[in-house]
């Protein structure tokens, strides 16, 4: 099967093609971003893979159609990227990747929560200058504090088996209760319950109508001064605006983001040399209490591999007629 592979980076190619070996599967990799613009590119291959950035919005699906797509191949588990709607119209099947590796995102968390607390990377700073001054760098026992989970699936549920680790007490806020969870003592409360009690709050649920700015002015003000608030889910799940604000009066203490709400102009792609034109990116680089990567959480061997592997068994089912187990659902969306 020949497939246009979008948003292409060198370790992409290489556990792609490693994962690909013997299938017959012909892969043609485009560093650039599906869009509607590129999405011609794709003319004469019967499947597109694609990662979080890309935009399958309705006019670049229809695109991928005319060239002869079939199926469209997420190389992540968010498939907010896709007009799922409108690819189902156009009888374009949508497939992800919905567990790479659970582990790296939520450990991924975990890290930007002691990082942020600890203030580990200032305090790399400060020792490389010589500065071993401790001034600043106090943080808390997480041990015996709160942490609120929002979303306790796979992720959600295995970073609060880690806090739970740490001696923290893990409240839950979703419809769906893990067993994985009320088995270690998870209580699972409200959305406004959960802000108001937490000191710790970690965001693992999808974008979708309902989670879209779940974080705002109003649930801001709802959450306990001072703590801190985490995001590895989707950027569009927080209203940045409204944290900034948050952050300046000092209602929010610590922010912790791998995932931006604008962040497919930046992120995957070095700036270092030019200059930063979203200001509301540039205003939260400047708070020494938050810490921003540019989606990273998943990025480990286990998971680059296993989103490969999973990747090249779908082209190879589909292509089979085989079923196809990691097709999206577009029930799904709808919470
Ligand atoms: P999952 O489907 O296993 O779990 C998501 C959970 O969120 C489900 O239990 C669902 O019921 C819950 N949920 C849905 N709407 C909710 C709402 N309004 N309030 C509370 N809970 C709600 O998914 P997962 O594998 O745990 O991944 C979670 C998300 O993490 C993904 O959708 C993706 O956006 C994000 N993610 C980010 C990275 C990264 O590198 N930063 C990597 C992988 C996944």
């Known amino acids: 099967m020949r497939a246009a592979v979008f948003s292409t980076k060198p370790y992409d190619r290489r556990f792609l093609d490693a994962a690909a070996e013997g299938t017959g599967h012909e892969l043609r990799y485009f560093e650039t971003r599906l869009t509607r613009d590129t999405a011609g590119l794709a003319r004469g291959s019967a499947a597109v893979c694609i990662f979080v950035n890309d935009e399958a919005d309705a006019p670049a699906l229809q695109i991928l159609k005319e060239g002869g797509v079939q199926v469209v191949a997420c190389r992540c588990a968010g498939f907010n990227q896709v ?15 919905p567990a790479y590796s659970p582990h790296a995102v939520a450990e991924y968390a975990v890290g930007l929560i002691l990082a942020l607390n600890r203030h580990i990377p200032r305090a790399c700073n400060r020792v490389r200058e010589g500065n071993f001054s401790l001034d600043g760098l106090m943080g808390f026992d997480l041990f015996g504090k709160t942490a609120g989970v929002v979303g306790t699936g796979k992720i959600g549920g295995l970073v609060a088996k880690i806090l739970h680790g740490f001696g923290c007490e893990v409240l839950g806020h979703d419809s769906y209760i893990n067993p994985d969870c009320t088995a270690i003592g998870v209580r699972y409360v409200g959305l406004d319950e959960l802000l108001a009690a937490s000191d710790v709050v970690s965001l693992h649920c999808p974008l979708t ?11 801001l003000a709802k959450m306990k001064p001072g703590a801190m608030l985490i995001n590895t889910s989707r950027g569009a799940v927080i209203d940045t605006g409204a944290v900034v604000g948050a952050l300046k009066s000092g209602r929010l203490g610590y922010l912790g983001l791998d995932v931006y709400e604008e962040e497919e102009q930046y992120f995957f792609e070095d700036f270092s040399s030019r200059v930063i034109e979203d200001d509301v990116l540039a205003r939260l680089l400047t708070f020494p209490n938050v810490l921003i990567t540019g989606h990273q959480a998943f990025f480990t061997r286990e998971a680059i591999g296993n989103i490969a ?8 089912n589909f292509e089979k007629g085989l079923p196809l187990p990691n097709k999206v659902d577009p029930a799904a969306i709808v919470l």
């Not at 592997?309 to 190879?316: F, I, K, M, P």
Request: aromatic share 0%; charged share 20%.
């Open 83 to 97: 007009d799922v709607q409108e690819a189902q119209k156009l009888g374009i099947t949508v497939v992800r990747v």
């Open 309 to 316: 592997q999973t990747v090249v068994d779908s082209l190879s």
């Open 209 to 219: 109508p309902a989670t879209n700015q779940l974080i705002n002015e109003a649930t």
